[in-house]
């Protein structure tokens, strides 16, 4: 018979003794798990429960509700990735709106852009900044960047109040659309990135997998196309730790000069890196234009969306 098994709110393991699994209804029937040295957090915040361990072969990890959000041995491949596939794609980016992504590791990404003056972040939960900027100094060094302003807050509020055309790019690092984040994934909320955004714009947002939920990313992308009248593809990144071991990311522009992502015009200039931040790992112009080849079923599910 079934067998159902239940982990605590911070997805320690019930079946694995000193291990985290990964159990979701966003996932049934698999739960990827990793070995814990220590728990180094647990505390509830007013959206969320967050945990902060060590774990044996991906460094730190940050969890909330029981669901991986990064891991310092590869937090590059996602964050990377879904702030240099909107940034390379457009010349000059001078001004950035960052939605989610409390860690920081966005903003230190958006940091290495020497033409941006301007970085507006609004994360939700306070907790995740005070736990990033305790445990994940590499990852939370993007706030000590000057041209950071941070607003704690609902991003979908934030974005009702933006003047219409204020932003070059909106990068949406977004949570699960189980709890707090669940707006971050409806048409509204796109269509208040539309309107912040100046003609030839251009949008970045979490779009999760085409191994689990094709059918969240063909209702985004339906919405996405009637919205953004520039362009709208999809593209992916592999992060061995989220569930199915990749996500995806819709990269949109909205009307105006043309904007073609497969094609990055606006290479990013190591040597004029204004912070300490390493060097980049993992994003490159070449992974830039294969990001948006997709497999045959994903290609035949969205392109007729
Ligand atoms: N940057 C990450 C990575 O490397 O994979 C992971 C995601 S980040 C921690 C997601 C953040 O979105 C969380 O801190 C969560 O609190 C935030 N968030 C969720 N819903 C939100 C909302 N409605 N407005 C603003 N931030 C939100």
Known sequence: ?????????????????GWFSEISPMWPGEAHSLKVEKILFQGKSD?????????????KVLVLDGVIQLTERDECAYQEMITH????SIPNPKKVLVIGGGDGGVLREVARHSSVEKIDICEIDKMVIDVSKQFFPDIAVGYED????????????FLKAVPEGTYDAVIVDSSDPIGPAQELFERPFFESIAR??????VMCTQAESIWLHMHIIEDIVANCRQIFKGSVNYAWTTVPTYPSGMIGFMVC???GPAVDFKHPINPIDENDTQHSARPLKFYNSELHTAAFCL???????????
Request: overall charge positive; proline content about 6%.
């Open 47 to 59: 959206y969320q429960n967050v945990m902060v361990f060590q774990s044996s072969t991906y460094g």
């Open 295 to 305: 497999p045959s079923f994903a290609k035949k599910a969205i392109g007729s969306k």
């Open 85 to 88: 596939l909107p940034l390379c």
């Open 196 to 201: 912040a955004l100046r003609p030839g714009g």
């Open 146 to 157: 000057k041209r950071v302003t941070l607003h704690v807050g609902d991003g979908v509020a």
């Open 1 to 17: 018979g079934a067998v159902s098994v239940s982990n605590d709110a911070n997805g320690i393991s019930a079946v694995i003794p």
């Open 253 to 255: 522009s909205t009307e």
